[in-house]
């Protein structure tokens, strides 16, 4: 073997080595976390098996078949950690909109951790690092900047943005536990995947009537839920600064939509959060419906939370004068003026919806793809924002800003 491919070779094993340990420990950087950071954009294939195989799970309905119960339980599951992901990832750990506890944040990080988007820390750390640069080159996420996909799905297979880096999210980092519920961000997906299959198998045994067993449950209750999950959330990184309403001259191209708040339960009214990310509501009026904040509602009844921050007066003023063409137009400048390289063509903007309508299409289709009818007889069918942040991160020297999932 010559010397180069040897050398490709070792260094092809090191980093295959690493990426299989980070499965376990996320935080493990033999050459360190600032240095995997820089390095340029590549997808990780060994490193994202895992959600890989995620995805690959969902074709597993072929076999196991569906039941009532278990669709139920898949979109129970879908929209109860849909809510973890904009109450808690992004209203509390990303933006501290409210107050808990520190047995009801680690609570909160816990149930958090059941939607599978890794630990808390890693997705306030991007997040907080999205809204500083929001459609700017470092934003590793802007579908103006890198395209639909890339934004969708492609900027958490690459390698740079694996690491999480606790120097910025240093109120968060202060608390042992949930540096380790981040750093072993596998243990609560794998308990959750288990916890599936065991509520499956107790159906099978005490209510066999059903028609549901544990690997009927583990994969829609799990694979299939978990992924559309994810999907869902994704729309806001690759849809929310593309369609919609903008009612506010934000720095960005945030914008407001109906069907991005259906979707993820009140982080569609993506152009007023970018406008005053301190408080805890998204939809600043009545008639914008937020689940989320209805739910957090709830929750502060329980004494579980407490402390939600409103919309103050002057932003709401503010938005009763806004215009969304001028708003759209003072997007424009401000690409403009800070890359003078994006343009808006039409073609630009239509070609990343219609695929993102495609990818929804595919994933609806896919996941309501019964084989057979064994059900039961019954049928139903973030400021403090920027707020702790430390300082922006020096920009890297690749065309991918630095690191960058949601919201
Ligand atoms: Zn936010
Ligand atoms: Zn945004």
Same mark, same amino acid.
């Given at each position: 073997?010559?010397?180069?491919?040897?050398?490709? @070779?070792?260094?092809?094993?090191r980093?295959?080595?690493?990426?299989?340990?980070?499965?376990?420990?996320?935080d493990?950087?033999?050459?360190?976390?600032?240095?995997?950071r /820089?390095?340029?954009?590549?997808?990780?294939?060994?490193?994202?098996?895992?959600?890989?195989?995620?995805?690959?799970?969902?074709?597993?309905?072929?076999?196991?078949?569906?039941?009532?119960? &278990?669709?139920?339980?898949?979109?129970?599951?879908?929209?109860?950690r849909?809510?973890?992901?904009?109450?808690?990832?992004?209203?509390?750990?990303?933006?501290?909109?409210? @107050?808990?506890?520190?047995?009801?944040?680690?609570?909160?990080?816990?149930?958090?951790?059941?939607?599978?988007?890794?630990?808390?820390?890693?997705?306030?750390?991007?997040?907080?690092?999205h809204?500083?640069?929001?459609?700017?080159p470092?934003?590793?996420?802007?579908?103006?900047?890198?395209?639909?996909?890339?934004?969708?799905?492609?900027?958490?297979? @690459?390698?740079?943005?694996?690491?999480?880096?606790y120097? +910025?999210?240093?109120?968060?980092?202060?608390?042992?536990e949930?540096?380790?519920? /981040?750093?072993?961000?596998?243990?609560?997906?794998?308990?959750? &995947?288990?916890?599936?299959?065991?509520?499956?198998?107790?159906?099978?045994?005490?209510?066999?009537?059903?028609?549901?067993?544990?690997?009927?449950?583990?994969? #829609?209750?799990?694979?299939?839920?978990?992924?559309?999950?994810?999907?869902?959330?994704?729309?806001? /990184?690759?849809?929310?600064?593309?369609?919609? +309403?903008?009612?506010?001259?934000?720095?960005?191209?945030?914008?407001?939509?109906?069907?991005?708040?259906?979707?993820?339960?009140?982080?569609?009214?993506h152009?007023?959060?970018?406008?005053?990310?301190?408080?805890?509501?998204?939809g600043?009026?009545? #008639?914008?419906?937020?689940?989320?904040?209805?739910?957090?509602?709830?929750? @502060?009844?329980?004494?579980?939370?407490?402390?939600?921050?409103?919309?103050?007066?002057?932003?709401?003023?503010?938005?009763?004068?806004?215009?969304?063409h &001028?708003?759209?137009?003072?997007?424009?400048?401000?690409?403009?003026?800070?890359?003078?390289?994006?343009?808006? &063509?039409?073609?630009?903007?239509?070609?990343?919806?219609?695929t993102?309508?495609?990818?929804?299409?595919?994933?609806?289709?896919?996941? /309501?793809?019964?084989?057979?009818?064994?059900?039961?007889a019954?049928?139903?069918?973030?400021?403090?924002?920027?707020?702790?942040?430390?300082?922006?991160?020096?920009?890297?020297?690749?065309?991918?800003?630095?690191?960058?999932?949601?919201?």
């Amino acid at each position: 073997m010559s010397e180069p491919s040897s050398q490709t @070779s070792v260094s092809f094993t090191r980093r295959a080595a690493t990426a299989l340990t980070q499965w376990i420990d996320s935080d493990h950087c033999p050459d360190g976390a600032e240095k995997m950071r /820089n390095e340029p954009d590549k997808v990780d294939l060994v490193r994202v098996m895992p959600f890989v195989i995620l995805h690959l799970a969902c074709f597993a309905v072929i076999w196991v078949g569906w039941s009532s119960v &278990a669709v139920w339980t898949a979109v129970a599951l879908y929209f109860i950690r849909m809510f973890a992901v904009t109450g808690i990832h992004h209203r509390y750990f990303s933006h501290k909109t409210y @107050s808990t506890s520190r047995f009801g944040q680690f609570f909160l990080a816990l149930w958090a951790a059941t939607t599978v988007q890794r630990g808390s820390l890693w997705w306030a750390y991007h997040h907080r690092h999205h809204h500083q640069h929001s459609d700017d080159p470092e934003d590793a996420h802007s579908p103006h900047v890198h395209g639909f996909l890339w934004s969708h799905i492609g900027w958490i297979t @690459s390698r740079r943005n694996f690491p999480t880096d606790y120097t +910025k999210i240093k109120d968060l980092a202060k608390f042992p536990e949930l540096v380790w519920l /981040n750093r072993f961000d596998l243990v609560v997906p794998v308990l959750f &995947a288990f916890a599936t299959y065991g509520f499956g198998a107790l159906l099978e045994t005490y209510a066999p009537g059903l028609g549901t067993n544990g690997l009927q449950m583990l994969v #829609w209750g799990f694979f299939i839920s978990t992924t559309v999950l994810f999907h869902g959330t994704a729309c806001i /990184n690759s849809m929310a600064h593309l369609m919609g +309403k903008r009612r506010f001259k934000t720095d960005d191209d945030s914008r407001n939509s109906f069907i991005l708040t259906i979707i993820t339960l009140g982080e569609g009214w993506h152009n007023n959060h970018h406008r005053f990310q301190s408080c805890t509501r998204n939809g600043f009026y009545w #008639w914008e419906i937020d689940p989320t904040y209805y739910g957090l509602k709830m929750l @502060s009844w329980t004494g579980l939370i407490w402390g939600l921050k409103p919309v103050p007066q002057s932003i709401l003023d503010e938005g009763m004068h806004a215009d969304h063409h &001028a708003s759209v137009v003072a997007a424009v400048a401000s690409r403009a003026a800070s890359s003078g390289s994006h343009d808006y &063509a039409t073609l630009r903007r239509i070609v990343p919806v219609a695929t993102a309508m495609a990818v929804a299409t595919a994933t609806a289709s896919s996941a /309501n793809l019964p084989k057979k009818a064994d059900g039961p007889a019954i049928r139903k069918n973030l400021s403090e924002e920027a707020h702790n942040m430390g300082p922006a991160k020096p920009a890297p020297s690749s065309t991918h800003g630095e690191v960058p999932p949601v919201a």
